[in-house]
């Protein structure tokens, strides 16, 4: 389970994150849309670690990230955006890495690898160097890395860009498995397919404050459409 | 167009500087550092030119000549090297290169851009060991200062002429070779290094050294020429004939052999420039052509060494370095480096009377030597190891490591690595200089407790002022913040050279009870210096990185 109260993140004179307050259950896969620079990344970055907040808390599992980081980075999975990743390492190497990173032993490590890297068809290129490889592969391995550790929560942000449609469609099924085995699923996206077909609850953030929250039918009746698609909800919430 | 993608470079330096300095303090601190620490170096390198300078005989400027002969020609052939390495960086794999050929200029430009920016970056340091060099020449050989400027001047071409056939070794060798791989990289810098070495150990041999010195007394000549690395064609010879027309008053002549070191290097820089450029697009496309490593390669253990957390930070640092054509060859080069100035200067006692006494002193030089190579090292590879870990940062950020495992991983790896590459010309030094195996142990001590300082002032620097957003360890070493760190290398090089010097002279004056007091001295500084900077690397890691 995700709690954000009260997040709030400064740059400075800019506040790129505004007073934000979330609750995210066991089994659902929340969807955090808005439009570019409306404050996602930094949301997200907040909730795994990498920026601290201004004000207010997080709470993954339970556990404070600011007073119990290790336990609360324990059970989080986390899918960047831009998968950088060190371009000397072969992918079997950074899953290794990523392994002992988590302290998972030795001998599991190696066949829970090989385990992940039978979930999509063409990952024989987990013997070839970061560097040579596409954006869509370095995604996937990324992905692959998130699971490995068998956290609770997923925290993702942008999870398909670069992905071929087939590759889409596993990584949608793997969101959706993963709730229904308990998991919490984050994502931020722009697509906004993605969102109307797995998530189960969307939250809308513009300029930093949160626009929005509930299933698609709450968001509609909240901007007064008796139909319509996401796109057009997401148009009446952050549009002009 | 070539200025204007040169004036873009030095806005974003400028850029890069202002985003550094996180207050007026900080900056005013950082380069009062640097100022007074180059002014330290300048100083220490002048005392050391004008000490060893007074050695040989009043008036006589053949050795003096015979040292700057060997030392031009050293210069000249390590920087050959040396461009070749850093072309084979900024040419084939800067982050800049795709764009650069995704606008609409020639290769010519591009090849021409890039040759500048590299000769740019190369400039300086020669600029800095030839300043001292010169006012140590001047004082002594009392030489009008615009004759002395002049001389100064006179080392730029030399660098010039090294850089254009360095970038032409760098574009030939990648489009024969279809992208150089590290072995061969390593492997051609080993080969070219080991030759230099190997040519110079011809030229300064004993027996040939012997004979040059008598053929000069025979022709009444104070000018002892070696024609192995004396010829017409090479810049070396047109430098050393400059020096050798200051030392003996000839403005004239000075200016005559400049003359001729600008021709040669206006030739040599265009007649490298005409292929370099021609092949530089066909080499840079063969170089990203390379075949990639295929499938069914074994899966080595992850990781090797070790187990466990630590045990993959090393070997995640290791794989990035070895698997580094560029980094691997660099460090390699440094090696040489100085393999050949032990070499040399041991060579060089066969040119002075009472060569016991200058081996004594010739140690201590050494030690400083190996400080000084130790704080490159640290500069180049120490120093960027955390801002290295630049985008990727977010794996051990959102994981639960702690950061502090980072840092011990680091400081272990890097403080062993530096111990033994320092230990090495240590133990080389000691054999051509016939050392006691008591000094030796000492100088050993005292190596060590280098490595250990220099590693920590360089790791702590990267800690404290670190750079994501740059991805080429080069760019980082050379920031305000890793001249600054390297600066304090070198000053606790010289503060613990100083203690070295009473330590030897008391060895050497057979007073040998009296240096445990130097040894408490030497260890206490070392061990002051890594518990501060240690515990600076820590409360910085506690969590300032979180915030971006």
Redesign the interface.
């Known amino acids: 389970m995700i709690e954000l109260l009260n997040l709030t993140k400064k ?1 400075g004179a800019t506040t790129a994150v505004d007073d934000i307050t979330l609750t995210v259950k066991a089994g659902e896969v929340f969807g955090f849309l808005g439009p570019n620079g409306s404050g996602k990344t930094t949301t997200i970055k907040m909730m ?5 907040p201004t004000s207010g808390r997080v709470s993954i599992g339970g556990h404070d990230l600011a007073a119990e ?3 609360a ?2 059970i ?1 999975g ?1 899918i ?1 955006d ?1 998968p ?7 992918g ?2 950074f899953l ?3 392994g ?4 998972i032993p ?1 001998p599991e490590r190696e066949a829970r690898i090989e385990k992940l890297l039978k979930i999509f068809p063409t990952m ?2 987990a ?3 970061f560097g ?1 490889f596409s954006r869509g592969t370095k995604q996937k391995i990324t992905i692959l ?1 998130a699971l490995l550790h068998e956290p609770s929560v997923l925290i993702v942000d942008e999870p398909i860009v670069g992905l071929d449609p087939g590759s889409v469609r596993i990584v949608k099924d793997i969101f959706r498995d993963f709730a229904a085995a308990g998991g919490t699923v984050f994502m931020s996206t722009h697509s906004l397919e993605i969102a109307e077909s797995i998530c189960t609850r969307i939250a809308f953030i513009d300029k930093g404050r949160l626009g929005g929250e509930g299933s698609l039918d709450e968001l509609r009746q909240a901007v007064k459409l008796s139909e319509g698609t996401l796109e057009d909800v997401f148009m009446a919430l952050t549009g002009p | 167009m070539i200025w204007l993608l040169l004036k873009n470079k030095f806005r974003a330096a400028r850029a890069l500087g202002a985003k550094l300095s996180t207050g007026r303090k900080v900056t005013a601190v950082l380069s009062l550092i640097i100022i007074l620490g180059f002014m330290l170096i300048l100083a220490v390198g002048f005392g050391l030119a004008f000490y060893l300078l007074r050695q040989g005989p009043a008036g006589a400027t053949g050795p003096v000549i015979y040292l700057l002969d060997h030392l031009f020609f050293l210069i000249f052939a390590l920087a050959v090297v040396s461009g070749a390495i850093s072309s084979l960086n900024s040419m084939f794999k800067a982050g800049e290169i795709d764009f650069l050929f995704s606008l609409p200029l020639g290769p010519r430009a591009i090849f021409d851009y890039l040759l500048a920016q590299n000769m740019l970056v190369t400039m300086w340091p020669v600029v800095i060991v030839g300043l001292p060099l010169v006012g140590a020449l001047v004082v002594v050989f009392k030489i009008s200062l615009p004759v002395g400027l002049g001389l100064v001047v006179s080392l730029l071409p030399l660098t010039l002429t090294a850089e254009a056939v360095g970038a032409l070794l760098a574009i030939v060798g990648t489009r024969v070779f279809r992208g150089l791989s590290r072995e061969l990289t390593v492997g051609l810098v080993a080969v070219l290094g080991i030759g230099v070495a190997l040519f110079l150990a011809d030229a300064i041999a004993p027996a040939r050294l012997e004979r040059l010195v008598d053929a000069a007394a025979v022709s009444g000549s104070d000018f002892i020429r070696n024609p192995r690395i004396d010829q017409p064609w090479m810049p070396n010879y047109w430098l050393s004939l400059a020096y050798k027309s200051g030392l003996a008053g000839h403005p004239a002549e000075v200016a005559a052999a400049f003359g001729a070191l600008v021709a040669l290097t206006v030739l040599v820089v265009g007649l490298a420039r005409y292929p370099g450029a021609r092949f530089y697009l066909d080499a840079w496309m063969r170089s990203r052509e390379k075949p990639r490593r295929e499938r069914g390669e074994t899966r080595r253990p992850f990781p090797r060494f070790g187990s466990g957390l630590r045990g993959a930070l090393i070997e995640r640092d290791y794989l990035a370095f070895s698997r580094s054509s560029n980094e691997i060859s660099q460090a390699f080069f440094f090696f040489i480096l100085v393999l050949i100035l032990v070499f040399v200067v041991s060579r060089y006692s066969k040119l002075f009377p009472g060569a016991g006494l200058w081996n004594y002193r010739a140690v201590v030089l050494l030690f400083g030597v190996i400080v000084y190579y130790l704080a490159m090292l640290a500069n180049r590879f120490v120093f960027p190891s955390l801002s290295l870990e630049g985008r990727s940062f977010w794996i051990l950020l959102s994981s639960p490591l702690r950061l502090r495992e980072l840092l011990i991983a680091k400081m272990a790896y890097s403080t062993a690595i530096l111990v033994v590459l320092g230990a090495m010309p240590a133990l080389i030094s000691a054999y051509f200089f016939q050392m006691a195996p008591l000094l030796t142990a000492i100088m050993l001590l005292w190596v060590t407790a280098a490595g250990v300082v220099v590693a920590t002032i360089a790791l702590t620097g990267g800690i404290l002022y670190p750079d994501f957003s740059r991805q080429s360890a080069a760019e980082v070493s050379s920031s305000l913040a890793g001249l600054a760190a390297t600066v304090a290398s070198l000053l606790y090089g010289a503060a613990a050279m100083a203690l070295f010097a009473p330590v030897v002279g008391l060895f050497y004056l057979g007073q040998q009870g009296s240096i445990l007091a130097m040894i408490a001295a030497d260890l206490g500084l070392s061990l002051a210096i890594f518990i501060c900077l240690r515990q600076a690397a820590l409360k910085k890691l506690g969590g300032a990185f979180l915030q971006p």
């Open positions: 740059f795994t670690g990498l920026y601290r980081p290790e336990q980075k324990t989080i986390y960047p831009e950088f990743v060190y371009e000397q390492l072969t079997w190497e290794n890495f990523v002992a990173v988590f302290d030795k024989e290129v013997d070839g160097y040579d890395a």
